[in-house]
């Protein structure tokens, strides 16, 4: 079977001096090669490269355009600005500071996420990010099982929507780099790994592997010569959200900081706590005289299930009854948040929700929220983390070794401090 692929090779537009991107109603017909046909099986990182290093050594094809780039790092003709972050709802919050900072360098610029289906609830809320492009996924990238069928399709839609800028913020670039660079922008910027590919001296910084996910990519924008606009993450919640969580709050007699959101769950079971460990920081939270919440997505429930068994104390179950925006108003009005290292631990960041954090699996330097007064991060230092598998292969010694009474420990300071401020 063979997949015809088409790229532009020369992604500079022929138009006047002074002419804007939304201003030039047509591009070069010779900017469109003939489709290449390629078989399925060869669509691999080497074809991928190969393409990408023909793109970023295509001739510029505008004076104008050559004089602006040696002027500055981010010509001022850059109008049509893709990020390319196809990860999770988690590691998307930790990167709306850079895309805020970004937004406020480029303030009446098209601005277009490249990422996972999942994505689109956020991006709606977000009002520094225009549209989005759902990326099919890539053998290699491990966020969703690649739809080759639907990559050339894909490609040829990114090529179509003729960015000025694609910022890669999409780990290192190892695969992401080159894949980028195939959809016909005409720069690229981004972090590249350590003795690999730099497809541009200028705008590509090497990638360090130590350090806090947000700051991390607020050093890219830093280093593309845009300011940063805080660390702050942000999860707007919408009016009628914000309504339909006090209808369910008055359901279940929730009142505001008298409950405690216990979250059990991840997407990956190497990052969970034991379920029966979550239910005895249950039982100490009731004893505590705080209403208990559990939460989690509907297909957690078998697993949330053994939780709800091995609790003595009543438990609030909203497991499924939430969606994003409702579910981030819960946290908000929650007395304290404990969870595994998950998208809910970001969402108590952005709502500066107090939590107690079990990192299993994940590596707790990049993941932590930055706030360390208000977030205990709790885990067992082993020499495998992060993980790399779906599940332990061995015993789970950075879970299991983290004891209910080091979490507790965490959550009565936690508790003090609140009613301390309260007071």
């Not at 996924?137 to 800028?165: C, H, T, V, Y």
């Not at 981004?190 to 350090?211: H, I, K, N, V």
């Amino acid at each position: 079977m063979r997949i015809a692929i088409s790229v532009s090779l020369s992604p500079f537009p022929t138009r006047r001096f002074g002419q804007t991107p939304r201003a030039a109603a047509a591009w070069s017909a010779e900017l469109r090669p003939s489709p290449k046909l390629v078989p399925i099986e060869q669509i691999d990182m080497s074809l991928l490269a190969a393409i990408a290093r023909r793109i970023v050594r295509a001739p510029f094809h505008s004076r104008e355009l050559c004089r602006m780039r040696d002027e500055k790092l981010l010509p001022a003709y850059i109008e049509n600005i893709a990020v390319f972050r196809a990860l999770h709802l988690g590691d998307m919050l930790c990167a709306t500071p850079a895309l805020r900072a970004l937004r406020g360098a480029f303030p009446s610029a098209q601005i277009t996420l490249i990422g996972l289906p999942a994505a689109r609830d956020l991006v709606s809320r977000l009002d520094y990010i225009d549209d989005m492009l759902e990326f099919p996924g890539f053998p290699g990238l491990p966020e969703r099982a690649p739809d080759i069928q639907a990559l050339p399709e894909f490609l040829l839609s990114a090529q179509a929507k003729r960015f000025d800028l694609i910022v890669q913020m999409h780990g290192d670039g190892m695969l992401t780099n080159s894949l980028c660079a195939t959809m016909g922008a005409r720069l690229t910027a981004g972090f590249y790994p350590t003795g690999g590919w730099c497809p541009d001296a200028e705008r590509y910084t090497p990638w360090a592997p130590r350090g806090a996910e947000v700051r991390r990519w607020l050093r890219l924008i830093q280093f593309l010569g845009m300011a940063a606009r805080g660390e702050q993450l942000d999860l707007p919640v919408r009016a009628d959200e914000q309504r339909r969580y006090g209808e369910l709050a008055l359901v279940h007699g929730l009142q505001r900081h008298r409950y405690v959101c216990v979250h059990p769950g991840a997407r990956l079971p190497s990052r969970r706590w034991p379920a029966e460990r979550f239910a005895e920081i249950g039982d100490w939270l009731h004893e505590q005289g705080l209403s208990v919440v559990i939460t989690g997505r509907a297909d957690e429930r078998d697993m949330i299930a053994k939780m709800r068994s091995a609790m003595r104390a009543p438990a609030i179950d909203l497991v499924g009854a939430t969606d994003l925006g409702m579910f981030a108003a819960l946290i908000a009005e929650a007395r304290l948040l404990v969870s595994n290292d998950t998208a809910a631990s970001h969402i108590a960041a952005a709502t500066r929700t107090p939590s107690v954090v079990i990192c299993a699996g994940s590596d707790p330097e990049r993941w932590a929220p930055l706030d360390a007064e208000r977030h205990q991060v709790v885990h067992h230092p082993v020499i495998c983390r992060p993980c790399a598998h779906v599940e332990c292969p061995f015993e789970h010694p950075c879970a299991v070794a983290v004891t209910p009474e080091m979490v507790v420990q965490r959550a009565r300071v936690l508790l003090r401090k609140e009613m301390l401020r309260a007071a």
